[in-house]
């Protein structure tokens, strides 16, 4: 026992006064302003030089404390340097946008309160926030007022979720005894295009790899309904056991949305669970002109939307929402006495794949709250524009689109005399003016630009289709 009363101080390094906060708080705004502006101007593409990174890297040994505003400039530094810069608003990329300004200061605030939202009972007011947020996207989707769900780290984990609800409600065993609870092997269908992660979820599952169900497009890039009931009826006569149909709401490819009426029909026909994956052209239903375009995700057991992609919050913002919320309870009940609780609600804990839980719900609540549905419809429809004007300007140039998305993806391929397409994608990114993916649509090698960033502009766009016709010209 110590022979003083007194404890030791703090840290200073860890907790320093509240002077040195604001004043590092300060300049670590100013400084990323900066940066973000030198990013605008600058190259969309890695400049780092390697060598050089790992050897700075390998100075900071951890055995001598450094000041930290030098080292949060040079955690910027690396950062400026050594990413392709989503926010950037010539990335045309993957569905990873630049960040509104209300997810940003939420997520600021969520990391200085940094409540535990495992439970209702140590953080009533942020598990309530979230709740809200969950049932009015559940609403303006159509589900009933009953319908619930939770906030996830991923659309790999809200889809995972999906394919947990789907095996706990076809068979009341499968918690305890899992798949070997099922007369025969399990099956779960989805599109040849949907995204990659859905095989790591069947092996994740423990229903193997084997199990998932690749279902062929309609030509273009929707799965086909005919092929999908078929595939499903083949496996029950052979006694395969299908437990999942997803489809999805925005292809990674092409932008594609399946037929999600058909495919609802199709799964209440063999009495299994129906999910929607709409990760990312999901946030389409913030828009009343974009709305129709997702007629049919009001039938489904479930959906996936992720607000850091189409709804530009910061990362690790996914969202699971299910119409059955009994299914939920039941697919991650638990029981322990260590957790504050609260009976009145929804115990995230009870309810989720995670345990410990980020705050990630404020950021969606703080951009809806800031922008509203209006503000986040204008947003989605610019970014459809940005394509349309993207399209418009390549198809004079004499490229051609290959698919028809009704969202913010374009497919295209150029003339011949431009050359390869993986050569025009290679010399573009080398030059750092845009970044677009080489992928392929039906079939064929296409290039994808995606309308990310909600600040892009016209001469953006004459610098992107400026710099894929240059890309195609001898170098």
């Avoid at 604001?22 to 973000?36: G, S």
């Amino acid at each position: 026992m110590s022979a003083s009363d007194d404890l030791p101080s703090p840290v200073p390094s860890l907790f320093p006064s509240r002077a040195t906060r604001e004043r590092v708080d300060d300049l670590l705004t100013r400084e990323l302003a900066n940066a973000n502006e030198r990013i605008a101007r600058g190259s969309v593409m890695p400049r780092l030089d390697m060598a050089k990174f790992r050897q700075e890297l390998a100075g900071f040994d951890f055995e001598t404390p450094q000041a930290v505003e030098p080292l949060l400039a040079w955690s910027i530094a690396q950062l400026e340097l050594g990413a392709v810069h989503m926010t950037h608003p010539r990335y045309f990329g993957l569905f990873n946008p630049a960040p509104g300004a209300p997810s940003q200061w939420a997520d600021r605030i969520a990391g200085a309160f940094n409540p535990q939202l495992a439970s209702s009972g140590s953080s009533p007011a942020p598990v309530e926030i979230e709740a809200h947020v969950i049932r009015a996207i559940a609403g303006r989707a159509g589900f009933p007022a009953e319908a619930g769900g939770h906030f996830t780290t991923s659309g790999s984990e809200a889809n995972y979720t999906s394919l947990i609800c789907a095996l706990t409600r076809a068979e009341p065993r499968f918690g305890a005894d899992g798949v070997r609870a099922f007369p025969g092997p399990v099956a779960l269908y989805t599109s040849r295009d949907c995204h990659p992660a859905w095989s790591k979820i069947a092996h994740q599952a423990g229903v193997g790899r084997c199990a998932l169900r690749l279902v062929a497009t309609d030509g273009n890039g929707r799965m086909d309904s005919r092929a999908l009931s078929e595939a499903v009826t083949r496996d029950r006569r052979q006694g395969v056991v299908p437990v999942l149909i997803a489809a999805t709401a925005g292809t990674t490819g092409g932008g594609m949305i399946d037929p999600l009426a058909s495919c609802a029909a199709i799964a209440r026909s063999h009495g299994v669970w129906y999910h929607v994956d709409a990760a990312w052209g999901g946030a389409a239903l913030a828009s009343d002109r974009l709305r129709g375009e997702l007629d049919g995700i009001e039938l489904a057991d479930s959906f996936t939307i992720d607000a850091h992609k189409w709804f530009a919050t910061t990362m690790g913002c996914g969202m699971f929402v299910a119409r059955h919320t009994a299914v939920l309870n039941e697919a991650f009940r638990v029981a322990t006495d260590f957790m504050p609780t609260n009976a009145s609600s929804l115990d995230p804990y009870l309810n989720t794949v995670q345990w410990s839980r980020r705050f990630l719900g404020l950021r969606l609540f703080v951009s809806l709250a800031a922008a509203g549905w209006k503000g986040y419809g204008a947003h989605v429809e610019r970014a459809v524009e940005v394509i349309a004007q993207v399209k418009n300007r390549l198809l004079a140039r004499g490229w051609s689109a290959m698919n028809d998305s009704s969202l913010a993806v374009l497919c295209v391929v150029p003339p011949a005399e431009l050359g390869e397409i993986r050569d025009i994608v290679r010399n573009l990114l080398s030059s750092g003016r845009a970044w677009v993916a080489r992928t392929n649509f039906e079939g064929r090698e296409v290039i994808r630009i995606c309308a990310t960033h909600g600040e892009t502009t016209l001469a953006d766009v004459d610098e992107l289709v400026n710099a894929l016709h240059a890309a195609g010209l001898p170098q």
